[in-house]
């Protein structure tokens, strides 16, 4: 078929190349000139897709990217892989709205379209559907439009991008089957829903049930600490009980751009629909987001017990992006315990190995390499996301103290979160 995949990030370059991949001829969309620059010179700034992959259906033609809409034309199969970002609380659809109105241009009978950006139940036939039908002239069943969610998980060795069963769902059977048969064969798994809202929903239901379980965690790991019961191997315990029960870790909060921000899709829709909040999204954000105050509060009571302020001692903190491994900074809780260390006087520095120390800009902590002078010469040091590339054994040896938010090490210089 020739697809097109409107929005060329971590979601849509690796759709787009497996796509291409899969024998499609695809064509890779995205507004930013940058971005195309970068696809065409076959540089992948996308985690899981490798510079080999991407020149590869470069090479064979399969797969192209373009800022040019005219390119668009004659398409049998577009895919909205575009941010859904909420702006104070509430979805904007802002790119949906614009990426349709694209397509909508370029849409003809029996051609498809298929959102997969994360948003509210009913977004697809309420505000996507009414878009392409403006734009095109045409009305839905004359066209084919379908929901099929991103299940990426970035950085993840375990579950791969085809591997991970594919959810989806058509406005009407013929736009199930056409949308079905693409996904055949990307993905090794799909598995039809009946209903767009189905699909939707059972998306954010996924985030939703990590976002609340992990927030429990965190909840209880402060009570925990209080009681003196090492919460991490209680989890462990728990975890022995081969059903009914997941295994959440404490941390230092959760960020990320799915976590913290597809629960409040629902949230919002809940307190349009029914004049009230989805009271488990608002008391596990508030947990959540308190993280960082109580990372900051125990590294409060460590100095103090070595006779030191916060004010004027040097805190080295491991780990800035949102999760292990991760090189996203985006809703990241350390970024959040440095700023509540720096207000209290401290001298914080960062080591992030997953991000060069020139995007060091954007942050508001100087990025250092983990060296064992770095880390000696701090009065307090912080494991806040336990990357592969850290040696914990030089953080183990040469830290006078360490708050460890992941339970990674062990000494009488270690306390846990
Ligand atoms: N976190 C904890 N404790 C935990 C698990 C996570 O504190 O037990 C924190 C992480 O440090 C991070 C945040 O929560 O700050 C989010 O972590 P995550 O493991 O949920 O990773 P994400 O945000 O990349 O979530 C994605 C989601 N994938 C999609 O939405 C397609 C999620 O559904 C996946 O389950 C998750 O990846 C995954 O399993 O890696």
């Known amino acids: 078929m020739k697809v097109v995949v409107a929005g060329q990030g971590y979601v849509g370059l690796a759709l787009a190349v497996r796509a291409a991949e899969a024998g499609h001829r695809v064509v890779g969309y995205d507004v930013d000139q940058h971005r195309i620059k970068m696809l065409t010179l076959g540089d992948s700034y996308v985690q899981d897709v490798s510079p080999e992959r991407l020149r590869a259906v470069l090479d064979s033609g399969a797969y192209s990217a373009t800022a040019d809409a005219t390119e668009l034309a004659g398409f049998d199969l577009a895919v909205i892989t575009v941010p859904t970002p909420l702006r104070d609380g509430a979805p904007d659809l802002s790119f949906i709205e614009s990426c349709a109105r694209t397509l909508g ?31 095109s002239g045409l009305k839905a069943g004359d066209f084919l439009v379908g929901f099929s969610p991103e299940r990426i998980t970035p950085g993840s060795r375990r579950f791969s991008f085809e591997e991970t069963p ?8 013929r736009s199930l089957g056409v949308i079905k048969g693409f996904y055949d064969t990307v993905f090794g798994v799909t598995v039809q829903v009946s209903s767009l809202e189905v699909a939707e929903l059972a998306k954010l239901l996924e985030n939703l049930y990590r976002f609340v379980n992990i927030s429990v965690i965190n909840e209880v790991a402060t009570l925990a600490r209080s009681l003196g019961v090492d919460i991490w191997e209680a989890i462990d315990a728990a975890a022995t009980k081969p059903f009914g029960f997941t295994r959440f870790t404490p941390g230092p909060g959760v960020g990320g751009h799915c976590l913290p921000v597809d629960p409040l899709f629902l949230s919002w829709k809940m307190q349009e629909e029914l004049g009230r909040p989805l009271r488990f999204v608002e008391l596990a954000n508030d947990v959540n987001n308190h993280m960082p105050d109580y990372v900051v509060q125990r590294l409060v009571e460590a100095l103090h017990r070595r006779h030191r302020t916060v004010s004027g ?12 491994n991760a090189t996203d900074l985006r809703n990241s809780p350390s970024t959040r315990v440095a700023e509540l260390l720096i207000n209290l006087g401290a001298d914080v520095r960062g080591a992030e190995p997953n991000i060069p120390n020139s995007d060091g800009a954007e942050l508001n902590v100087p990025l250092v390499d983990a060296t064992p002078g ?4 701090a009065d307090a040091v912080v494991l806040l996301m336990d990357h592969s590339r850290f040696d914990l054994e030089a953080v183990q040896e040469n830290a006078s103290y360490v708050l460890d938010c992941r339970n990674r090490l062990s000494g009488a210089n270690v306390e846990v979160l």
Not at 166 to 172: M, N, P
Not at 313 to 324: A, C, E, F, H, V
């Open 166 to 173: 594919k959810l989806v769902a058509g406005i009407d059977p």
């Open 313 to 324: 001692s040097r805190i080295l903190l491991l780990g800035l992006t949102y999760k292990i």
């Open 374 to 377: 770095e880390i000696a010469g």
């Open 105 to 135: 241009g370029h849409l003809r009978a029996d051609a498809a379209v298929v959102l997969e950006s994360t948003s509210y139940p009913g977004t697809t036939r309420e505000v996507l559907v009414p878009i392409l039908e403006e734009a």
